[in-house]
């Protein structure tokens, strides 16, 4: 497993590009799937979807319709893309980001085209976001994955659908929709993180097991990237909000506003989340401190109740000659001696307990009911 | 009771529409409790109170008056919120946020309303709030809560009262009188849980029981959930002031400032909590530890005290046979062999409890008065 | 003691106003002192200073020089402070404030007067501040004070002086003086507080008693009281320095800015022991786990060292018979049997104690000096 | 290898101008290798490449071309860098900081050109970067290098084909392409610190040995040299970006936004580094301590058995007189007196272990699977 | 030393003025130097140094020469300063706050003059500065240092230089000298410390010597107040950058944002240092745990070894007698008795041996070398 994470990283810094080479060289990924493309052209009052063979039928399509949109699945054909950033006039850079799949969230905005990157989660699987890529401009939108995804699948049925809002509007409208279709898929993956966090908070006060800290861990991790992929979401979408490019219509102005909304939410859970973690492992490092130091303890009295006994018992067992001396050690020889000497350790043995039991240091010894976190909660007053 | 907790959230992240629903798809919650509406229409001169069984009512009120305020307890019934969305022109979107109760606190501008959302918080049972949705317009004040509650009360009770202020201003200034409660209702939490805190410091520092840990961690969430209530609204109702929507008056300005400088307050007594609550960690771990210590420490120095003496009596326990040389042993054949034996195993232990006495490792084992946490507030020079 | 916190605590949030009161009710403080009334009327020419009895009194004096200064002390008699707010027309969610005594710091504009928050530190007994409340308009300057204090003495001098600049200059000027004096008497509290931390700090180093934590939290709770008072008016004045309100003249502006040189001044000093006090605590805990672990490795030096002694003593307790074999413990009937076994233990002895000498072990034994925290500071090259 | 940071270390201060001297003195540090300088000069027609022995060939090819590129490796020559000021009109100021070469990463302009210092990461060697500058005009580049390296040479090679893009663009371009390969550079080495990283993580969680503080101490210097080289050039180009100066034209300006999107992007890995060194080192104690805590349990587990079993063999190594009593240890006369004994031991010993294996003591000795930071990822419910 | 520093400390607070004087009141330091004036004027022609024995030589130098630098040590004579106020027209508040010596670092515009206060770094003795403080006007330059100090002498002679830049220029070029020569000297005390945290690491490394908290907590302390000296005045020179004061012309902005880039630079390294400090702590506590667990694991393996091999003594010096029963103790009486238990004796403490040298105990056993914090840095694949 460790292996897979070399891997996700080892891609996150893969430049394929050779160092110094003149920007917008485009190569692709080794592992990169091979490109299918698929597009949607409608409009209020017509709907065309096909699948693409041969980019000339994009061409065809291309302003014949208010809205054409293309869809790219695999990033494995490098001529495919340098052939629609032709067609639709992208700039270099930007179809340079869209195969270097570590890209940061971002909305750049260039004179003919806006284009933004977002991180798409597949709750089914791992984690970690994969790159989507998108172009909107005038009367088109473009999207890049890098695996076939059903996220998009209800917003195709609800182009299909005649008189549906998407089909009314443009591309700014269709581009709402599909960054809300991501977004929304932030919502699952957030509630399994939260359980997870439940549990090993449960977990932590009621056993604590040794393999905590790696879970802790891994959950930082794991919280870490959902943050690195949402936070510049955030701010790329509310700078599309403040100074809005010509092809975001000022209508859609409300929508992005509600993506936005979303976006603050969910950040908002992973800052809660990371705070949570974050005190976890406080919450483990004092339970298991204090479940080793009970342990310490019970066997050190254990043993500071025997070790009294053992030098009574050492004391009988020296070999002082009575017989030179009526001094040396009578005890041996009196009627009621070994009584005398085992009382005597019964006896010390007790005063010591008594002596631990009234300083409070037996209270360990009893299992109690273990603190409940939850049960912690009700106001002492109620 | 940890159930309870999972299902809070849960619920904060259920959203019921289905991924990829067109937005503003509005679907009630199942456990929704079902919607009862209550107007109240007023201007100077006059009042009208009803219990709305059929919202024509409410179309009937309407322009009639100054100010109308619909009053909506219970989210369960989807169409009556959609009816009264088409009568007052609510933004689908914004209706889309009343339903999913997760939103957090807000004020967002549409062109013919304001939409704002707080979090009640009630105290009589938890401490984490149900969201309160709160639309206002040119002559009309719209309130969505998800359960009954009284805090609303005394604001009907002035408005039946002739010559109050809230009679004579608009609805801009109910929204403030509105708000206000809400925000006054958190004064009597932070106090309960400030009693929280003191009372478990005065805990640790006494008696330091183990469930302090889980207590804290509560403490945190709490305060946690209360920073995320109040915070936004701080920043929303901060917005309303520096750039008011035309549904607030310039009047009504000065209210809103109001306001604002009680979130400035709580907000500070939060951030004040949430201090005093992370160092009573540190100061539950110094504790427990200091605690360990002396325990470990009185433990060790009765062993160290009976091992030598054990030792000494180990000695005369062998078995040189002083038959065989006068040199093995000659200690067990004098005469005061036994008592000079017991006296050096006297001298020893004296010995040894001086030595440690002298380096002060004896202090901890006299239960002197416990340290008082206030009491230690004197300045040294006092 | 902590009933004496807990009081200031709840004063902290007490809302006298019942909730959903109309917003500016006066209620007074049960435990607010009865008020006394002063004035001081003046101009270049003029000083008339009166006892008020009667609000009439102030009414005569108003208007009629430069400038009238009326000083409050103590809040009990609302329907004079509500008299007071109708004669110099303050608003009443201001009036409010003056008599809620839980204000942060702060300076609210109104139409027709600046109204002031800020906390008045008493030296003489606890550190909390205590609210001063200061209206200013174009010819007046209203104080209020919970209790009657000395700081502002020395300006009422200055005021009876002829030619002093007090008395040449306007309402802007008394106010800055006021504030001045105000701002002063945190200096001798941050002293006192600064000598605190340092004893501390020796305290830590040299002996490291068992009520360190306590007192640090206390003294975190005070710097953090004395941070809330001091920054929120830090911003306040630089609030009136950017964007000065008609009631400052252009010619107040400098001596304003030494009083936010004064704060600011003040709220590094509070940041920098916050800084220090937070590092003590850690300073702390590595001085008592350095001088725990001494303790423990002193007595388990001990009983390492007789624990294989009395293993030898042990092995020559044995009973194994002589008689029937030459080879059970011919050392037992050696010449040189037991002077061989002592040495035999010594030998042990020595030769552990050499061990751990050598791995330096021994070194904690030696009570050498105590290490200087200021001696540590000569740089090594010196 | 100390011996190598703290020369690093004093380069880092060596201010060579005596202190007190005018400023723009220039004065070359002891160590600085021999100056070379290359030019290329070049136009979208023609490119000239020279190797430079005079300066006043650089004077030659000034003005003849759209663009000088003028390179020059090594500070040694003092003289030299003078008269290359002397020529393109550089500022003293901006020379004195070429010679001294621990400045921050910068964008300076002047009047007359720009003047960039960026770090130089030699991903062959050490991590720590050299100062690399840059000055750029109407229609020259200047740079300065610390020692000869190949990163430039791509962007040579690239110069002297016909119809390249540098080729065709001014100054600025060439700017942006150097800049590009020195932020590339960094890719590589946070590729290998990520993967040292990930190989600690691995360590720290399977053997936490005894070098793993030093090792993330080694880690955060690294990090932060990184760090310290990275900020504030992208403060610096994010400062040319948002107001640019004459010498950058428009059209380069989306270039040189896309090596603002590589400088976040490799700012936003280091601080991801840095907070996963971090909670490292909070693992790493967390696992040391769990360690010792397994090594101390067994150990006083396995004390705590014997002791009472030594005391009952103590117990009847006494030498109460049976001659003298009945009562006097009749067990050592038992014909079964021996075996009952042994049995007694046997029994005890058996007891603690089952009642240690009860609480959950005994776990630790069984050497379990290591837990697998990764595998812990798995969500439970899969 | 310790009161060495609490005389700083109380410095830094005694604020000599009595609290409630009128603003502006000069009362010197009881210990302040007496004051001596030194006095140069000059022009690109000529130049005149005096030393001032009556202030009415200041008076007549006044307005003849371009530039007149009057330097003040000690400020012990109010009345002088007086006095020169009045001849330069200088504010009281600021002349208060050249008394005043525990000002923050800052740049107070006043119509007339522009007032600079700084931090002079002596190196020779203690970190902590001295405060610097300068006026400078149209024609004129105020410096008041506390006491005698060599940094302005090269200044001096560069003035007494005929061509050299700074008799070419007006006041605002000596400004930036004279401030340029007070930061110069903060790099070598920078080198200092950077080099006693180097050796502080070296040593936490190889022996965690106990006076380390202390030496931490002190550096601590030293860079605390260089950075309360660098921050403000950084923030008050990038101040006078961006909207200049009258009295520095256009031309010598270039050169005080010199003064700012060096600034920038030491508080960058002040930033690190304090970072690196911070987590010396960190290293230290981890260093001296692993030590102490070292210590405590050889004392207890050596006692867990031991106590089985007593044991096994302990039953053979058991009384059972043989006597009474074949049962009893028979291997005290075989032939190989004795023999045979010193065999299982040596049995018993090979195998734990084994036993604990398996599991990796014993390892800490062998000084092995020391973990080198550089040598760490080596890549793995190196």
């Known amino acids: 497993m460790s292996k897979h994470r070399k891997r996700k990283r080892g891609k996150r810094f893969k430049r394929r590009v050779p160092a110094g080479a003149p920007p917008g060289t485009l190569v692709s990924a080794p592992d990169a799937s091979p490109s299918t493309v698929r597009a949607v052209a409608y409009g209020p009052e017509q709907v065309v979807e096909k699948q693409i063979a041969d980019l000339a039928q994009v061409l065809e399509l291309k302003g014949k319709h208010p809205v054409l949109w293309v ?11 340098e052939r629609l950033g032709e067609i639709f006039g992208l700039h270099r850079l930007a179809l340079e980001d869209v195969i270097n799949t570590h890209q940061r969230p971002k909305a750049e905005e260039y004179p003919e085209h806006l284009f933004i990157v977002a991180r798409e989660v597949l709750a089914r699987e ?24 059903d996220a998009l699948n209800p917003i195709r049925e609800r182009l299909r659908q005649g008189g ?25 993956v957030l509630e399994m993180l939260g359980e997870q966090i439940e549990n090993l908070e449960i977990e932590v006060v009621e056993k604590s097991p040794p393999d905590v800290p790696a879970h ?3 959950l930082k991790h794991e919280l870490l990237s959902l943050r690195r992929a949402v936070w510049p979401l955030r701010e790329a979408v509310n700078k599309l909000i403040r100074d809005p490019h010509p092809a975001i219509g000022t209508e859609a102005r409300l929508y992005f506003r509600d993506c936005y909304d979303h976006l603050v939410q969910i950040a908002d859970f992973i800052e809660t989340d990371r705070d949570q973690v974050g005190s976890l492992m406080e919450l483990y490092l004092s339970a298991v401190s204090q479940r080793m130091n009970e342990v310490m303890k019970v066997l050190t009295i254990i043993s500071t109740i025997f070790i009294p006994l ?3 018992a050492g004391v009988y067992g020296m070999n002082f000659s009575h017989d030179d001396s009526p001094l040396n050690m009578p005890e041996l020889y009196w009627y009621w001696g070994y ?3 085992l009382l005597l350790m019964f006896g010390v043995a007790a005063a010591m307990l008594y002596f631990f039991w009234r300083r409070g240091w037996l209270i360990a010894l009893k ?11 009700d106001p002492p007053g109620a």
Do not use: C, M, W
Request: a negative charge; charged letters at 20%.
């Open 126 to 149: 791992s984690i970690l976001a994969e790159q989507f890529s998108l172009f909107v401009g005038r009367d088109f939108v473009l999207t890049f994955q890098e695996h076939q995804d």
């Open 164 to 188: 549906s809002l998407v089909r009314r509007l443009g591309p700014d409208y269709l581009t709402y929709s599909i960054l809300d279709a991501l977004i929304d898929a932030y919502f699952p």
């Open 71 to 81: 869809d790219v699945v695999g990033l494995g054909d490098v001529k495919l893309l």
């Open 367 to 377: 299992p109690g009911p273990r603190p409940d976190p939850n049960g912690a909660a």
């Open 339 to 341: 009584p005398f000497a």
């Open 216 to 218: 802790i861990q891994h």
């Open 310 to 312: 053992s030098f009574i």
